[in-house]
């Protein structure tokens, strides 16, 4: 979703749909333990902080929040907390 407000939930677009690495990243923060996933996606795709995504894998289907966004010349890296959980 791209462009979601507190009156709406934006529009539906797919960026990418295909094969990519989804792995959690860990950290601590104040001594609070700080976790989001991150996926790796070949080519640069139009995302942006706040988007909101759908992942699907094998373990099933997520739905998350755009936190950061890293872009290069190998691909780019999307990371997300899971919303509604």
């Given at each position: 979703m791209t462009?979601?407000?507190p009156f709406s939930q934006g529009t539906e677009?797919?960026?990418y749909e295909g094969e990519c690495r989804k792995y959690t990243n860990t950290s601590r923060?104040?001594?609070v333990i700080v976790?989001?996933?991150?996926?790796?996606?070949?080519?640069?795709l139009p995302v942006k902080v706040g988007d909101l995504l759908t992942v699907t894998d094998?373990?099933?289907?997520f739905d998350g929040s755009v936190v950061e966004v890293s872009?290069?010349?190998l691909g780019t890296t999307v990371f997300f907390n899971i919303t509604g959980q």
């Amino acid at each position: 979703m791209t462009n979601p407000t507190p009156f709406s939930q934006g529009t539906e677009e797919v960026v990418y749909e295909g094969e990519c690495r989804k792995y959690t990243n860990t950290s601590r923060f104040n001594e609070v333990i700080v976790s989001k996933y991150g996926l790796s996606i070949p080519g640069t795709l139009p995302v942006k902080v706040g988007d909101l995504l759908t992942v699907t894998d094998v373990t099933g289907t997520f739905d998350g929040s755009v936190v950061e966004v890293s872009a290069g010349n190998l691909g780019t890296t999307v990371f997300f907390n899971i919303t509604g959980q």
